[in-house]
């Protein structure tokens, strides 16, 4: 029995608005900026280009997939710092890669149980300001030392810490139970799908191609925002910068593999980069929308997270998800009129793609038939990840925009949203215009 959290009525989540910063890459226009800011940056303008009265809003859900350590309450800070009403609570979520759609699917559930009626959803990921820990002996050796109460004692506290212990530690970027990095994990993926070096090209340079001529068509005009930069505000970044328009398949082709630098096939050109930007949805019960006379962009009909084995194929959960939105949303593959897949790696959509095909990825999650082939015409029309960037958090809200946004999308009723996380995490949502 479908079970619809998005049936059309009074308490189903509809977008009203969605705005994202362009997404540019890490070390590059935004790296004096934080999470936080570019958060702030992008809810404080979500809520004016809305006009909607601030008071209206009665939750803000926000999230990051690498959490900001000065500002662990994301969301919170990001209301507070995009001048909101002082009361508006928050919550921070995080779903790695999906944080944004969980962010989103998060307040639709609260609107379906009747507990909010306006909501701003989003994520927010400064690649360019990553934490960088210290080891644990040096850690350890701080706060002994923070405790001393001489300062023989103060100088003591160091003497187990080695030189050694005193090289900065990065955020993990290899999966806690496996130890294989995602890049790794996609260049696994390739290999054991049989996804050549040609075709994760054809989908990096389609990536490219579909993004450059969105937004030569106008595409992402109203859902992306200039940014005056602070703090000089001398620098406006006003498109997503990662795009190559003059991107082509030979030039694809000559760049090395990161991961397997013997026998791989994943390169910088085919995977999606390191990213800064942040994205959020204004989001409403579909009554409260009709009573402030909005018109909303489209309804959240039905989602699904999943998760598969990490150390088989880490990026294969939108394989899982997926079938499970598209019961829970009573459609099946034929209903959808556009699939807006996260582009991790192009090895991993193209996984995907071959799970969703294949009668034996079927049975294996129990079954009875495959969803069927994706039409390309119908697939990341507007560009994915890998051309238009993926700064983590955000990327979820993004993909909701462009599902429900677009003058390309006019006669496009149902969109198929996908993304896969780390943990081997599949989310999918089913999202329909109205
Ligand atoms: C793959 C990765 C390591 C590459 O990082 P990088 O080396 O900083 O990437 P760059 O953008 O500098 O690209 C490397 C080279 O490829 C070139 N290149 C990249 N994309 C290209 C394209 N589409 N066409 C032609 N050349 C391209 C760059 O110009 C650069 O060339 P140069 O060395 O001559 O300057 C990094 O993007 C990464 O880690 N991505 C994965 C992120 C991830 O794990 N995501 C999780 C998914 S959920």
Not at 299 to 306: C, G, I, Q
Not at 308 to 333: H, S, V, W, Y
Not at 392 to 404: D, E, K, P, S
């Amino acid at each position: 029995m479908a079970t619809l959290i998005g049936q059309p009525g009074s308490s189903r989540a509809v977008v009203v608005a969605g705005l994202r910063t362009p997404f540019v890459k890490a070390q590059g226009v935004f790296s004096g900026l934080t999470s936080l800011d570019l958060g702030s940056i992008v809810v404080r303008e979500l809520v004016e280009r809305s006009n909607i009265d601030p008071a209206e809003i009665d939750q803000i859900v926000f999230g990051q997939a690498i959490p900001t350590l000065l500002a662990p309450s994301i969301a919170r800070e990001i209301g507070i710092a995009s001048a909101l009403p002082k009361a508006l609570e928050a919550h921070t979520v995080s779903r790695a890669c999906a944080t944004s759609l969980q962010a989103f699917t998060d307040v639709a559930s609260s609107m379906a149980l009747g507990v909010s009626q306006v909501a701003i959803a989003g994520g927010t990921e400064s690649m360019s300001d990553v934490p960088i820990f210290t080891s644990r002996p040096l850690s350890r050796a701080l706060v002994k030392a923070s405790r001393a109460k001489s300062l023989p004692e103060r100088v003591r506290a160091f003497a187990g810490v080695h030189p050694h212990d005193l090289v900065p530690v990065p955020p993990a970027i290899a999966e806690y139970s496996t130890g294989l990095t995602m890049g790794e994990s996609a260049e696994k993926m390739a290999k054991e799908n049989h996804i050549s070096r040609t075709v994760q090209d054809e989908i990096a340079l389609a990536s490219h191609q579909h993004a450059a001529a969105a937004w030569d068509a106008g595409v992402f005009a109203s859902q992306v925002m200039h940014v005056p930069v602070p703090p000089a505000y001398s620098t406006t970044a006003t498109f997503d910068d990662i795009i190559r328009r003059d991107s082509t398949m030979e030039a694809l082709a000559k760049l090395k593999p990161v991961f397997d630098k013997v026998h791989g096939s994943v390169t910088a050109g085919n995977s999606s980069p390191l990213t800064d930007g942040a994205a959020a949805l204004l989001v409403m019960r579909e009554d409260r929308a009709k009573a402030l006379g909005l018109k909303p962009l489209g309804a959240l009909r039905a989602f699904a997270y999943a998760a598969t084995d990490p150390g088989e194929q880490l990026l294969q959960g939108p394989a899982n998800a997926a079938p499970i939105a598209l019961d829970r949303a009573g459609m099946t593959f034929q209903d959808i009129d556009l699939f807006e897949m996260h582009e991790a790696f192009a090895a991993q959509l193209a996984s995907n793609l071959q799970a969703f095909a294949s009668p034996e990825f079927a049975k294996k999650i129990g079954r009875a038939a495959p969803l069927g082939e994706v039409d390309p015409s119908k697939l990341n029309i507007h560009g994915g990840s890998i051309a238009l960037g993926h700064p983590f958090g955000a990327t979820g809200a993004r993909i909701v925009m462009q599902a429900l946004d677009g003058p390309a999308r006019r006669n496009k009723n149902v969109a198929l949203c996908t993304i896969c996380a780390a943990g081997g995490l599949g989310a999918a949502a089913v999202l329909e215009r109205i």
